[in-house]
């Protein structure tokens, strides 16, 4: 039997939920709820007008959190990029701030900005600022002798050059650190929210667990975001496809 | 050296290059001296190595000299001018571009009309018809360096340089080029500057051929070709003066 491609992954995750409903029912326990029971969990969060709410408030702070970090650290890291000074004298200090985890900035976070969104906020951007600054460095380094030599020789003005050579030509390399970034924030996204908001998918979790015992709705708080996760990823992966980004240097 | 004449396109004098490199000087170019009239086809060998490429760079504006002049019309050359436009060996298309934006590239100042129509020629004049709509990443590398040359000329350029232009090209697809290159040069009468480290190349294509040594280059002998296009490859005098190249690079020409 043939089966198209795209049905087969869906089939796989059927049997694997099917697995899974048969174990819980033979060994019935506190450790783990069945599918069936995160279905309802999920059902009941619908019904609550809270499931809305929560990815509603999770993807605003992921919004604001790495669009902030894209408006400041893009410019920043290309401009850094071209002037060799400018990077050798930033790279210390980016290496240094880069390895610190986005939680170990929690304590500052809630200190400077108490328990808000504005600390979810801040935590995001800085988990995407250093991976995005670096991305832009190196993308503006890796840019073929060739491009920029071909653009100075038809005269462009600077504001001309940035248009309409280095901007599209660091384009394929800065779209795969946007995607690979995108994904660094919902991962921030969820423990902030454990810790510094009272909403969201991250607060759902805790607050589930916290108010009752409740893991249908700790498991289908993570179903959720690994749901939403994997959007976010296809969309980006979409952006990727768009003909005049679609170019590699391996490719031409 | 004669003064500046009607004809006269470019003056290169006591062209000098040293590089500096982990502490110490290498040299690359010493003592170029070389005229150029317009509209001459002028080819630039040596052996591989030797400088031919940072010769057409600093000529290009590309690398400053550090000793000599270059000048060109009677103006001295501090950088890349569009009035000249460099011919690269690959990746010089730019592969986000389809085939009418990399004409179209240096033609932003031209209104709509004109742009379209010097588009529409040039994509006429390197044979790309069809094309138009094509990005770099769906042509072939002969087509590709054809629309690296019809950018360059679109900008209508006193100066073409090429630097081993069709290096990257299978043997097939060179002969050809190199007839379109002649067919496009004879109707347009532009002054070409083309390194290559192909003899053959040189010696069907150019008006005179420059030699170069091996590093330091310098000019070892400037060869007039003195026979009319189209050239017949199997004739006496052309056997000649690619005999005349080999020995002047030190190639035995026994295989």
Not at chain 1, 193 to 202: A, D, F
Request: hydrophobic share 50%.
């Amino acid at each position: 039997m043939k089966l198209p491609v795209w049905l087969r992954p869906l089939l796989f995750i059927a049997v694997l939920l099917a697995l899974w409903q048969v174990a819980i029912d033979r060994h019935p326990g506190q450790l783990l709820p069945g599918p069936i029971g995160v279905a309802k969990g999920i059902l009941d969060l619908l019904q609550h007008g809270l499931l809305l709410k929560y990815v509603v408030a999770s993807l605003f702070r992921v919004t604001w959190g790495f669009g902030l970090a894209v408006v400041v650290a893009i410019p920043l890291g290309l401009m850094l990029g071209w002037h060799r000074r400018g990077q050798m004298a930033a790279y210390p200090i980016v290496q240094l701030f880069r390895p610190i985890s986005p939680l170990a900035w929690i304590p500052l976070a809630i200190l400077w900005f108490g328990v808000s969104d504005l600390a979810a906020i801040f935590l995001i951007f800085v988990g995407c600022f250093f991976p995005l600054l670096l991305t832009a460095m190196s993308a503006v380094h890796n840019i073929p002798a060739v491009y920029v030599n071909a653009g100075r020789n038809f005269g462009l003005s600077s504001s001309a050059f940035v248009s309409r050579v280095l901007y599209p030509a660091v384009i394929p390399q800065l779209l795969t650190g946007l995607r690979l970034t995108l994904g660094i924030a919902w991962l921030v996204v969820v423990a902030a929210e454990m810790i510094s908001v009272n909403s969201g998918l991250g607060f759902l979790i805790v607050d589930a667990r916290n108010a009752g015992n409740r893991y249908d709705l700790v498991v289908a708080g993570m179903v959720l975001i690994g749901a939403i996760g994997l959007m976010l990823d296809l969309a980006m992966r979409s952006l990727e496809r768009v003909r005049s980004f679609h170019w590699s240097i391996s490719e031409d | 050296m004669t003064e500046a004449g009607a004809g006269q396109k470019m003056r290169v004098e006591h062209l000098g290059m040293v590089f500096q490199r982990d502490g110490g000087a290498v040299s690359a170019l010493e003592d170029i001296n070389l005229d150029v009239s317009a509209g001459e086809f002028v080819c630039i060998v040596g052996p591989s190595g030797c400088g031919k490429s940072t010769l057409l760079n600093v000529l290009a504006g590309f690398l400053s000299s550090t000793s000599g002049s270059v000048t060109i019309d009677g103006e001295a050359v501090t950088g890349p001018d569009p009035r000249r436009i460099l011919v690269f060996q690959e990746r010089g298309v730019f592969p986000w571009l389809t085939v009418e934006g990399n004409i179209g590239f240096g033609l932003s100042k031209l209104s709509r009309a004109e742009r379209e129509a010097r588009i529409a020629h040039y994509v006429q004049t390197v044979r790309l018809q069809g094309f138009e709509k094509a990005y770099p990443a769906d042509l072939s590398g002969g087509m590709k360096q054809r629309l690296q040359v019809a950018r360059a000329l679109a900008v209508n350029p006193d100066i073409l340089y090429l630097d081993e232009p069709f290096g990257a090209l299978d043997s097939i697809t060179r002969v050809i080029m190199r007839g379109e290159l002649l067919r496009i040069w004879q109707t347009e009468r532009r002054t070409i500057l083309f390194v290559t480290h192909d003899i053959d190349e040189a010696v069907q294509l150019a008006d005179r051929v420059i030699v170069l040594s091996s590093r330091p280059a310098r000019i070892k002998e400037i060869l007039a070709i003195d026979i009319p296009h189209p050239r017949n490859i199997s004739s006496p005098r052309y056997l000649e003066l690619r005999d005349e190249l080999l020995t002047q690079i030190g190639l035995a020409y026994e295989v």
